[in-house]
């Protein structure tokens, strides 16, 4: 059972007399445990809820569209607590993570009602074959997998768990039954590449065409790995050997299939120096969130707006700056320079911040730090605005991952900060400050 901690007003569970603290049970005889019962069993147009006041059962029926929603809340998104990693892997960001941080900052999850619900990825160490059973049975799709290798023996010394290379089993179940799998390769040097990437690429394609896509991610390294796997970064020479093995591998799926399956994330690229491939190379986008395509996306939506611009939005007199990762910091003034071209009177301002705080081969904007940026920007001209990505705070808009609030970051810059989307886009219409 779970607890019901809120029931809208004047919803459809508020009109039949739901409370707050009322108990769940079931609903059409089957029992709720958690949001996937509770998402699944409420999608019909008539359900009857059995639940609990004071240790007192009693029941009500709800008529309603197929997909309604009938007003109820519950303590968690979840509507229980997440699942824990039980895997120690070899690269973990999480265990990289320096000391004296907020305290959830260091959980780790490894939840398949989340890879359905937010996208997170899973390494299916936890699950049992009732659970993926119950993923077919809901029909709950994409799943997002933590794939790393194919190699059984390889993945269990990976994930430092038992079960690592058992579980691997699962695909199939999933593949069967038309369940649509993401799949992520975490690329660690020495270990899951050359070779064994190639056998693990070759390994899933006998999963297509439930297998969606791939994505080849380079091992996040920090500068706290003390005592942890002397994992070594990829150099530039071997990002560039990286991208012509998965892109050669993806051109024969394209042969075969009509899809390339496989992506070489674009920190390869950025590290390489290695020019990115065209908007259309990436398909559907479908491993975007893994950093796969995000800057030919952005670049793209720029331009498209760009184009779009009239001509009093191109007279527009305006100075502003941009804090980014290193990674995307010739992009961003490639884009700045490309619109400056367009727009004479705008000044824009590429600075692009040193993650000192993680400090290792951290160059991506989403881990930048309020604190790094504070003490890098704190003499520059910053003009009337700072863009940052949004990908800088946590999900609620509140913070930065060194536990800055973006008020104290404007109260050391003393100019106002405006949080932008991943979206070129919109990343335009900002920097000339107009309305979205």
Same mark, same amino acid.
């Given at each position: 059972?779970? %607890?019901?901690?809120?029931?809208?007003?004047?919803?459809?569970?508020?009109?039949?007399?739901?409370?707050?603290?009322?108990?769940?049970?079931?609903?059409?005889?089957?029992?709720?445990?958690?949001?996937?019962?509770?998402?699944?069993?409420?999608?019909?147009?008539?359900?009857?809820?059995?639940?609990?006041?004071? %240790?007192?059962?009693?029941?009500?029926?709800?008529?309603?569209?197929?997909?309604?929603?009938?007003?109820?809340?519950?303590?968690?998104?979840?509507?229980?607590?997440?699942?824990?990693?039980?895997?120690?892997?070899?690269?973990?960001?999480?265990?990289?993570?320096?000391?004296?941080?907020?305290?959830?900052?260091?959980?780790?999850?490894?939840?398949?009602?989340?890879?359905?619900?937010?996208?997170?990825?899973?390494?299916?160490?936890?699950?049992?074959?009732?659970?993926?059973?119950?993923?077919?049975?809901?029909?709950?799709?994409?799943?997002?997998?933590?794939?790393?290798?194919?190699?059984?023996? =390889?993945?269990?010394?990976?994930?430092?768990?038992?079960?690592?290379?058992?579980?691997?089993?699962?695909?199939?179940? /999933? +593949?069967?039954?038309?369940?649509?799998?993401?799949?992520?390769?975490?690329?660690?040097?020495?270990?899951?590449?050359?070779?064994?990437?190639?056998?693990?690429?070759?390994?899933?394609?006998?999963?297509?065409?439930? =297998?969606?896509?791939?994505?080849?991610?380079?091992?996040?390294?920090?500068?706290?790995?003390?005592?942890?796997?002397?994992?070594?970064?990829?150099?530039?020479?071997?990002?560039?050997?990286?991208?012509?093995?998965?892109?050669?591998?993806?051109?024969?799926?394209?042969?075969?299939?009509?899809?390339?399956?496989?992506?070489? +994330?674009?920190?390869?690229?950025?590290?390489?120096?290695?020019?990115?491939?065209?908007?259309?190379?990436?398909?559907?986008?479908?491993?975007?969130?893994?950093?796969?395509?995000?800057?030919?996306?952005?670049?793209?939506?720029?331009?498209?707006?760009?184009?779009?611009?009239?001509?009093?939005?191109?007279?527009?007199?305006?100075?502003?700056?941009?804090?980014?990762?290193?990674?995307?910091?010739?992009?961003?003034?490639?884009?700045?320079?490309?619109?400056?071209?367009?727009?004479?009177?705008?000044?824009?301002?590429?600075?692009?911040?040193?993650?000192?705080?993680?400090?290792?081969?951290?160059?991506?904007?989403?881990?930048?730090?309020?604190?790094?940026?504070?003490?890098?920007?704190?003499?520059?001209? /910053?003009?009337?605005?700072? /863009?940052?990505?949004?990908?800088?705070?946590?999900?609620?808009?509140?913070?930065?991952?060194?536990?800055?609030?973006?008020? %104290?970051?404007?109260?050391?810059?003393?100019?106002?900060?405006?949080?932008?989307?991943?979206?070129?886009?919109?990343?335009?219409?900002? /920097?000339?400050?107009?309305?979205?």
């Amino acid at each position: 059972m779970v %607890e019901i901690t809120e029931v809208a007003p004047h919803s459809r569970a508020a009109r039949q007399g739901i409370r707050p603290g009322d108990m769940l049970h079931s609903i059409n005889g089957h029992e709720i445990r958690d949001v996937l019962d509770y998402r699944f069993f409420l999608a019909e147009s008539e359900i009857s809820l059995n639940l609990f006041r004071n %240790e007192k059962s009693y029941t009500v029926i709800i008529h309603k569209g197929e997909y309604d929603d009938i007003g109820l809340s519950f303590e968690t998104p979840l509507m229980d607590k997440k699942h824990t990693c039980e895997n120690k892997c070899v690269f973990c960001f999480i265990d990289q993570n320096p000391k004296g941080m907020r305290k959830s900052i260091y959980f780790k999850d490894d939840d398949s009602r989340l890879s359905f619900l937010h996208g997170n990825y899973i390494t299916m160490t936890n699950l049992k074959t009732e659970d993926i059973q119950r993923i077919i049975d809901m029909h709950i799709s994409p799943v997002n997998v933590s794939v790393h290798t194919t190699n059984p023996q =390889l993945r269990i010394k990976m994930m430092k768990n038992k079960h690592a290379g058992e579980v691997l089993s699962y695909l199939k179940m /999933l +593949a069967d039954a038309d369940i649509s799998i993401r799949g992520q390769i975490v690329l660690c040097k020495g270990l899951n590449d050359g070779e064994e990437l190639d056998r693990t690429m070759e390994d899933l394609t006998a999963y297509y065409p439930s =297998l969606d896509s791939v994505s080849v991610v380079p091992a996040g390294l920090t500068k706290y790995r003390q005592g942890l796997y002397p994992l070594k970064p990829f150099s530039p020479e071997e990002c560039a050997a990286v991208i012509r093995q998965v892109n050669a591998f993806g051109d024969r799926c394209m042969e075969r299939f009509g899809t390339r399956i496989f992506y070489p +994330a674009d920190e390869f690229y950025v590290k390489s120096k290695t020019p990115l491939p065209d908007y259309d190379f990436f398909g559907e986008y479908s491993q975007i969130e893994n950093g796969v395509g995000m800057l030919s996306s952005f670049v793209y939506e720029f331009m498209c707006m760009l184009d779009a611009l009239t001509e009093e939005e191109k007279q527009i007199c305006r100075c502003v700056s941009v804090a980014t990762g290193e990674a995307a910091a010739g992009m961003m003034q490639d884009l700045a320079d490309r619109l400056w071209s367009v727009c004479p009177n705008l000044h824009i301002h590429i600075y692009p911040v040193k993650n000192n705080f993680f400090g290792g081969e951290v160059t991506v904007t989403g881990l930048l730090t309020g604190q790094d940026i504070a003490a890098q920007l704190q003499d520059k001209p /910053l003009g009337e605005a700072l /863009l940052l990505s949004r990908s800088v705070l946590r999900s609620e808009g509140d913070l930065f991952l060194c536990g800055m609030t973006p008020t %104290e970051l404007t109260n050391i810059l003393q100019v106002p900060l405006i949080f932008t989307p991943d979206d070129g886009g919109a990343f335009l219409r900002s /920097l000339l400050g107009i309305s979205q």
